[in-house]
């Protein structure tokens, strides 16, 4: 690894992975190396694809940020694979640019079966390409393996936010922690001092006898062993580089999506479980990391349930607390509660649905999936916060819990006489969505589902996992 070396315009960090745990590309092939150059702006603003072929985005005179990736790529990944080039910067992608629907969601590389979404120059596809090809002055199959190694990703986090990030990061690998009530930050120092004296490269043994002449290192904290299960990777947070071991299912999904719908019960949930059971084995107390979809976070949850006797921690990623657990804090009165409405959709119909909607309303979007591909669905009852819903409505792990609690007891007394299938249409952290599959018994047979958040597949629900696996309706 090392910073300000490599490919001009990207060389402010770069990472070479080793072979036995290097991240993959957006194909699922291994990445050997991932090469960023950082962008920061003082002015929030947006870009797209015409910014690339502008020198003055980057501040340069004559050589744009796509000619600049265009002669790293030549260089490094002559054959389109292997290496990423990532521009990271606090500018966001256009909303309206074609650009944004090209770049995966998840992984933030270019997806190149939108990008040759068409066969001419006549649409928005053909657009990016033709005013790439002919800045570049290269024909398609060049342009195809250029696009394939480059990425974008935002950084729009506040300072404050990202030393809370790297002081979890700290706790995890033994460097220093640096409390914060103290304004002093010597990692901040500490780069400059590195540039100054030519330290820009370091492999594993040289980095830490650095940081243990800079007194950096510090104790590793204790507590329990970190578990990761990952269905997309975080672009900044890779779970192999602090989790003790890490179930990879992404070769599974292409983003978002599963590649075959089978495998949630055939695959994705045996490895699943064989995986959660090996943790906990000799665990009685461990912390998981769950880069998952919602369906998996409930499915973790059933396989340690509530009876497991195990403790368990969850990362959660949100604007507040970042380790959950059940008793993490003392109840607060003022927390929000949660609100139960019932909607009657089809008398004599046995299924159950559920819409619950934490971090964001799904209460439209369940109601319209129930009515066109789900006739067995005779009740739906929305759950909201009595706050509203929002990113803001769970405060931490007691409240998560207490609200997997809630609307456990709300599923069941909104149950039907002879219910045969209840189906969960879920927004809410991962955390609390454990919480909620630990308590899959109580609930009886359970169905899951997924949204299309990418709007790549119509914008509604597909079915997932059912729980007990194997379980139909009669």
């Not at 991240?23 to 002015?43: F, I, N, S």
């Not at 998840?106 to 800045?135: I, P, Q």
């Not at 220093?176 to 010597?186: E, K, L, M, V």
């Amino acid at each position: 690894m090392g910073f300000e070396a490599g490919p001009k315009s990207f060389d402010d960090i770069w990472i070479e992975y080793d072979s036995a745990r290097s991240a993959v590309d957006q194909y699922g092939d291994p990445l050997q190396r991932e090469h960023m150059q950082c962008k920061w702006h003082v002015t929030p603003d947006s870009y797209g694809y015409s910014h690339l072929v502008d020198p003055e985005f980057i501040n340069a005179n004559s050589r744009s940020l796509l000619q600049r990736a265009r002669e790293a790529q030549l260089v490094h990944a002559p054959q389109g694979s292997g290496v990423r080039f990532r521009l990271v910067t606090n500018w966001r992608l256009d909303r309206n640019d074609p650009l944004r629907e090209m770049v995966g969601t998840r992984s933030g590389a270019m997806r190149l079966e939108r990008l040759y979404g068409s066969l001419t120059d006549n649409s928005k596809a053909g657009a990016v390409r033709k005013a790439w090809r002919e800045h570049l002055g290269i024909d398609e199959a060049e342009l195809r393996l250029l696009a394939r190694t480059l990425a974008f990703g935002e950084a729009t986090d506040s300072l404050d936010g990202l030393r809370d990030q790297l002081d979890l990061l700290f706790a995890y690998v033994g460097l220093r922690r640096i409390p914060a009530n103290q304004s002093a930050f010597p990692y901040d120092d500490v780069i400059f001092q590195w540039m100054a004296q030519g330290r820009l490269e370091f492999d594993p043994p040289g980095f830490r006898a650095i940081c243990a002449r800079e007194d950096l290192l510090g104790e590793a904290q204790g507590g329990p062993r970190v578990f990761g299960v990952k269905s997309f990777e975080h672009a900044f947070d890779r779970l192999e580089e602090r989790c003790h071991s890490v179930l990879d299912l992404i070769p599974s999904f292409d983003e978002r999506y599963i590649r075959s719908d089978a495998d949630w019960e055939t695959k994705l949930y045996p490895e699943l479980q064989a995986f959660l059971l090996a943790a906990a084995k000799d665990q009685p107390r461990l912390r998981l990391a769950l880069d998952a979809h919602v369906t998996l976070a409930f499915a973790a949850g059933s396989i340690i349930n509530i009876k497991s006797g195990r403790q368990v921690e969850l990362e959660q990623r949100s604007t507040g607390r970042r380790i959950w657990f059940a008793d993490d804090a003392i109840t607060d009165p003022s927390w929000p509660t949660l609100i139960a409405e019932i909607l009657e959709l089809r008398n004599g119909q046995p299924d159950l649905a559920v819409a619950l909607g934490l971090t964001h309303d799904v209460s439209a979007d369940a109601r319209g999936y129930c009515e066109t591909a789900l006739p067995t669905v005779g009740r739906l009852l929305i759950l909201k916060p009595s706050s509203g819903s929002g990113a803001q409505s769970v405060s931490g792990g007691r409240h998560a819990f207490e609200l997997a609690d809630a609307a456990t007891s709300a599923v069941r007394a909104a149950k039907p006489d002879g219910v045969a299938m209840t189906h969960l249409f879920i927004a809410a952290p991962n955390a609390f969505t454990f919480f909620l599959g630990q308590r899959q018994t109580a609930l009886g047979p359970v169905r899951l589902y997924e949204f299309d958040f990418d709007g790549g597949r119509g914008r509604s629900y597909t079915a997932a996992l059912t729980l007990p696996c194997g379980t139909t309706n009669p």
